[in-house]
């Protein structure tokens, strides 16, 4: 790396990656397990793909709000947080300057250089400085309800749709296993992208993603068949 040129960690992924992996992982493990649950009852083919297309619409919208309200009361609690540290800053300067350098001492530096380094990233940006070494707030990983709520129900929608153009192609003798077996394909290469995105290890991504949607899977067509044998 030249001298001059800016790092690249995974950590300013964090935000929209796992938002994404998440919702598509969603849209892959609720809509097979809901279309097996539904196949396994022995419904008609034409009633499994309404109720995927149910399952897609619904899930996507469930998503986006569930995303849109927990990162919203993030957000929340950032923006109170910094103006707490904003009106600090006007009422005591002095304090705030005594504050940030107890911070860089305890941190592993002199006093005088953490005094030093204090004074100068306060007289560039104060706010910024306190939001970022006492609040632990930064441009990268900040709440972004609207982006998170958006990729949450788009990846979702795009999850659900491979188990649905699965359940539209295959024959309905076959439905069962190709639905499950290609759903855990995907939820497979889907655990591998996030983790190597995210520089952890493919294959643990892989295989945990792969027991809980076999096992969602199981419960849901285990859970069809039986009410299906009862009606």
Do not use: C
């Amino acid at each position: 790396m030249g001298p001059g040129s800016i790092e690249l960690h995974h950590v300013g992924r964090v935000g929209w990656l796992r938002a994404a992996v998440l919702g598509a992982n969603d849209g892959v493990l609720s809509t097979s397990s809901l279309l097996l649950g539904v196949a396994a009852a022995h419904a008609m083919h034409s009633s499994v793909l309404v109720a995927g297309v149910a399952g897609l619409v619904g899930g996507a919208m469930s998503m986006a709000a569930g995303e849109y309200v927990s990162v919203s009361s993030q957000s929340d609690t950032e923006r109170a947080d910094l103006q707490r540290e904003r009106a600090e800053l006007k009422a005591d300067d002095a304090g705030e300057h005594r504050e940030l350098t107890a911070i860089y001492v305890r941190r592993g530096l002199d006093p005088v250089l953490a005094k030093a380094v204090a004074e100068q990233l306060m007289a560039h940006d104060a706010l910024g400085a306190h939001a970022r070494d006492e609040l632990g707030i930064s441009e990268s990983l900040r709440a972004r309800p609207i982006q998170a709520a958006l990729t949450s129900a788009a990846s979702f929608a795009v999850g659900a749709a491979v188990p649905l153009f699965v359940t539209v192609v295959s024959p309905a003798q076959h439905l069962i296993v190709l639905l499950s077996g290609t759903s855990l394909l995907f939820l497979a290469l889907l655990g591998a992208t996030a983790a190597r995105a995210g520089g952890a290890g493919i294959m643990k991504g892989a295989a945990r993603v792969i027991f809980w949607g076999a096992l969602a899977m199981a419960l849901t067509a285990g859970i069809g068949s039986l009410f299906g044998s009862i009606a």
